[in-house]
Structures are given as structure tokens and as C-alpha cells.
């Protein structure tokens, strides 16, 4: 994605966004700890979550240490297998963020390509994509999500969904919601392909693959990166989901989503902390990343920012 | 006349292809039940002999060719038949139908505190864009859309149920019967029940229209017909509601039909926290239990009231707006 000179390193948008705005920085810095936090979760965690043999039932539902009852050895309490929570948690984002990651990876990977096809070509390339692309958006990416993986506990039994779920969820995911990044591709080609530089590429002998490869997709860039800012957000929130249904995750190796759905019972028993522990990490992120969009969007379309703020929809 | 033609037109070819959608729905669901159900080991129980088990298939016509497996299912669709359940051992329509009314009232709950909320406070965000209460309100709802909607429905049992133990935490408790529909509205008891699942399902949605209510009024102001009025002296209320509002409702309807699919996974989430006895309950009960007659029927269905929705969707802005929904038809 580099070279010739007309293509700079990161779009220019997101740069300014990051140099205008403090918010940005503190957001890209919270990203990065949560992002260590899961890439390094078996160095930092005090405990292995998913080897079940050293849990101790005694030490199940332990309170967290700031409340009576809690100690250091379990600086987040424990769930009702024992487990300790700080580890779980560690562990669960990992798995969440992979999972939110890969999945747009697969969107990428699909959207882009036929969204740019379709705008290069035009004709009935465009036709066919833009229709799919609608008629998949006016069906919900999280109803068709739920409906899939339904019929895989189905079809492989809850046990063997467990122990693929993992790549189940990424093609999932990543299948129900490519239409966003073939749209905003297209949108972006459509506006570039008849600007001068890309005449000027054709009249000196690019071929079309050139044009669009090393001249338009650098150019486009910025609002892809936004639309895949959303796109994690809105995947690892539907791995949560799944998960809580029963769907993804399954409690051996716990996803955010499952930690929550396993320790939801607990709740009226007082034990409050084994849901609501990893329900706060999972909004923190959540947050995190939406609020990253957003500021990005405001950086990328100056008018929304004089209109007050950004529209997510 | 000329003007009903096109509008009956437009009316015949969306039946039409509402039709041509159930059609694909139903060979789906075909094809789902016949490669994952085994309707003879459910019947007959692991003590049946490999013959009883070969003649009871001959009798089912689970032998027969696809074509007339499937002329039979659709056969079945058309008289309401769509099998029968595992779990309930009964019409696997009805059963699910049993659940439609709890289902229903919890979106018409959440959907009239969305509306209730969203109108005023989209208007507000729009008219006032640089106070701090439009602020408050856009920073709130980038929070509500963070949360995921079954996190809002724990917080809020923990909060309400749990710990002040005002409302119940889950079930629909008491219900009147009104012609053969169970409905929470006419007692107390069912109206507590339904406070906290129909909070949570709109606290999802309310960003949303908030925001499509915000950016759609935002256009409409700062157009020169509401410059006119204001110049000519039309009160500032009667140009926001009267005037703005009622062209910024068409923007706002078509992406509402959009999110349709969207608050049916809601429904189902906010349905599994509170235990709502609805028909997004049942379908992770059927899943559960591998009940794959009643799996394939409640996608029929939903996939039916997707259908309607869309349409009545569609008609709607028709009705609002002749011109625009006609051009797009052709």
C-alpha cells in the first residue's frame, strides 16, 4: 500500500485526527492497555483459568479485596467454580478481542475487494453487489448470527460446537456484516476514479488492477479504518451476545460474554461481582473503541463537527 | 384514478414479493429439517428394531423422492401445519404462537417508551445542538449503545430487583386473558413485570432514534422553507413540530424498517435475562433440546413477521410520501 509518492503513510484524516484531539490519544493508549492486557493475558494472569484441576471449590465466590471477606490472593474475587476472576477476565478478553479482531479481518477481506469491484466496474458487477450488500443489511447481522449458530449446536451438539467455537464465531461474524466495508469502499471508489491522478496513472499505463491497488485504496483508506473501528466494536459485542445465549463461548474457555452468562445466576445470591466484573470490562472496550469511531468519523466529515457532535447510526 | 394505479400497482408487486420471500423462507426450512431432523429416532425411542424403525420411515414418507417430501411440507404450510414438536408434542405453529403475545407486548412497550422519549428528546438535541443538555443527551447514548443489551437488563435486576427490591427480576407474573390474549397491561402485577425487560429493550433502541430524530431534524432546519416561516413569523414550536418534524419523519421511518431484524434479537436477549415466556425464549429452549421442527417453524414465523413489517414499512412512507417510495418501486 505504498509508494509513488501520492500515497501518504497514514491517511491524513486519522492523522489529524490524532494530533487535534488530545481525547484521541488518551483512547488510542486505553486501546493498547486493554490490548496488552489480552496478548500477554497467560504472562500477567495469576492463575490458568482453563485448567480446571487447580481450582479449589472452597474458595468459590469469593468477594473481590476491596469488600469484607475478599483477600489478595484474589484480588477480583472468584466465580462459584472457584476460578479466579482477574485471571478469567484476562483471559476472556483475550478471546473477545481475537475474536472481535479476526472477525473483521474476514469482513475485510470480503467487503473491500467486491465493494471496490463494483465501484471500478459499474454495470451489473455493482448491481448484483449493491443488492446483496442491501438485502443483507435489511436482514439483522445479529438475528442472522444467533440463526447460524443455533443451527450449528444443532447440527455438532453443544460439545462440539465448544470446541470449535472459536472459528465458527470469526466466519460467523465475519460473513454477516461485510456489506459496511463494501459500501464504503464502493462510495470511495465511485468519488476517486474519475479525479486527475487516477487519468493520469491510466494515460501513463497502469493497468486497472494498478489503479485500483496502489492509487485509489490508499486514498480511501481513512473511512475504511473507521468503518472497521465500528465493525470490532460491533463484533465483539456480538460474540458477547452469542456468548450470553449459550451460543459461542463455551464456559470451559470463557469469553467475556460466557463470564457474564455464568455468573448471572449469582446475582441474587449477592455475588454481584462474578457478572458485573466482566460486564465492565466489556463496556469499557466497548466504549472505548465506539468512541474511537466517532472520533475519528468527526475528524474524517468537519461538518458533522460543526453540527455538534457525531452521528453513529 | 390515475393516481390509485400506480399505488395498486406498487400495493400487488410487494404482495408479490412478499410471497416469492416465504416461498424461500419455507425451502430453507425444508432443507434444515430434512438434513438435521431424524423425526423416526424422536418417535420411536432408542429400543426400536432397525425393521420398526424401516417401516415406520415407509409410512412418514421419509422415503419418497424430495420433490414430493417438500410439494408435502408446503402442502402443510399452506393448511398452518408446519410439524410437530419434540418437546411439546404438539403443532409446533401453535406452540409458538402460545408466546406471540408475550413477545408482542414487551416490543409495544419498549417501543412506546422509545417513541415517547426519543420525539422530544431528538427534537431537543436538534434545536439546541450546542447545550450542554444536548450533550448530556448524545454522551449518554453513546454509552447506551456500549452497553450490550443484556448487560442493561443484569444492572438493572441487580439494581432494582436485588438490591431495593422494588420490581421482580423475571417472568411475566399475572396476566388477564382478553379473548384467548394473555396480556400484562390490565393488572398491576403484569405491568411490574414488564417495566424492567420493556426499559432494557428500549435503552437499546432510544440512541438510535434519538440520533436518527437529531440528524434527520438537523436537515430539515436548515432548509430555506423553514426560513420562510420564520421570516414570515410562524411561531418557533409550530416551525419544529409542524413543519420540520413532519418531513424529517421519512428519513427517520425508513431506517426504523431497517432495524426491524435488529429488535428481534433484542427481543430474544432481553427475552433470555428477565425469563420473558416469549417466543425468542422458546426458540433457545427448542436449541437446547435439539427440537429441530420447532427451530425450522420459528424461523417461518419470523421470517413471516419480518416480511409484514418490512412491508407495512413500506406502505407507510408511501402513505407519508407518495412520490419518493413509487420512484423507487420503479
Partial sequence: ?313 | MDAIRPAATFLFQRLFQMLLVMLAILTIAFAIRSSLGDPVRELTGPVASESERATLRDELGLNDPWPVQFGRYLEGAARGDLGTSYIYKRSTLAVILDKFPASFELVLAAFLIVVLLSIPGGIYCAVRPRSLGAKLVLGVSVLGVSIPVFLTGILLISLFSVLLGWLPAFGRGETVSVFGWESSFLSLDGLEHLLLPAVTLSSIMLPLFIRLIRSAMLDELGRDYVRTARAKGVSRLHIWIGHALRNAWLPVIAQAGLQFGNLLAFTLLTETVFQWPGMGFLFLEAVARADIPLITTYLVVVGGIFVIANTIADLVSLALDPRVSLEAAR
Avoid: C
Fill in chain 1, 1 to 313: 500500500m505504498t509508494g509513488e509518492g501520492n500515497a501518504p503513510p497514514a491517511p491524513a484524516p486519522v492523522r489529524s485526527a490524532v494530533r487535534g484531539h488530545p481525547g484521541v490519544i488518551a483512547l488510542l493508549i486505553l486501546l493498547a492497555l486493554f490490548a496488552a492486557a489480552g496478548l500477554f493475558a497467560p504472562l500477567i494472569a495469576p492463575q490458568n483459568p482453563y485448567d480446571l484441576a487447580s481450582l479449589d471449590i472452597l474458595d468459590s465466590e469469593l468477594p473481590p479485596v476491596w469488600l469484607v471477606g475478599g483477600s489478595w490472593t484474589y484480588p477480583l474475587g472468584t466465580d462459584a467454580q472457584g476460578r479466579d476472576l482477574l485471571s478469567a477476565v484476562l483471559y476472556g478478553l483475550r478471546i473477545s478481542m481475537l475474536v472481535g479482531i479476526l472477525a473483521v479481518v474476514i469482513q475485510a477481506a470480503i467487503g473491500i475487494p467486491l465493494g471496490m469491484l463494483a465501484g471500478y466496474l459499474g454495470g451489473r458487477a455493482d448491481t448484483i453487489v449493491t443488492r446483496f450488500a442491501d438485502i443483507q443489511l435489511s436482514l439483522s447481522t445479529l438475528m442472522l448470527a444467533i440463526v447460524a449458530l443455533a443451527l450449528f449446536r444443532t447440527w455438532l451438539g453443544a460439545e462440539s460446537l465448544g470446541a470449535n467455537a472459536v472459528p465458527i464465531l470469526v466466519v460467523v461474524i465475519g460473513l454477516a456484516e461485510w456489506p459496511f466495508f463494501a459500501r464504503t469502499a464502493r462510495a470511495g471508489v465511485l468519488s476517486e476514479k474519475a479525479k486527475d491522478y487516477v487519468r493520469a496513472a491510466r494515460a501513463l499505463g497502469a493497468t486497472d488492477g494498478e489503479i485500483v491497488r496502489r492509487h485509489i485504496l490508499p486514498n480511501i483508506l481513512s473511512p475504511l479504518i473507521i468503518v472497521a473501528a465500528i465493525g470490532i466494536a460491533n463484533a465483539i459485542m456480538a460474540e458477547a451476545a452469542l456468548s450470553f445465549l449459550g451460543l459461542g463461548m463455551p464456559p470451559t474457555r470463557p469469553s467475556l460474554g460466557t463470564l457474564i452468562r455464568s455468573g448471572y445466576d449469582l446475582i441474587f445470591a449477592g455475588a454481584w461481582w462474578v457478572t458485573l466484573i466482566p460486564g465492565a470490562v466489556l463496556v469499557a472496550l466497548l466504549l472505548t473503541v465506539n468512541l474511537l469511531g466517532d472520533s475519528l468519523r468527526d475528524a474524517l466529515d468537519p461538518r458533522l463537527k460543526s453540527r455538534g457532535g457525531s452521528v453513529t447510526a
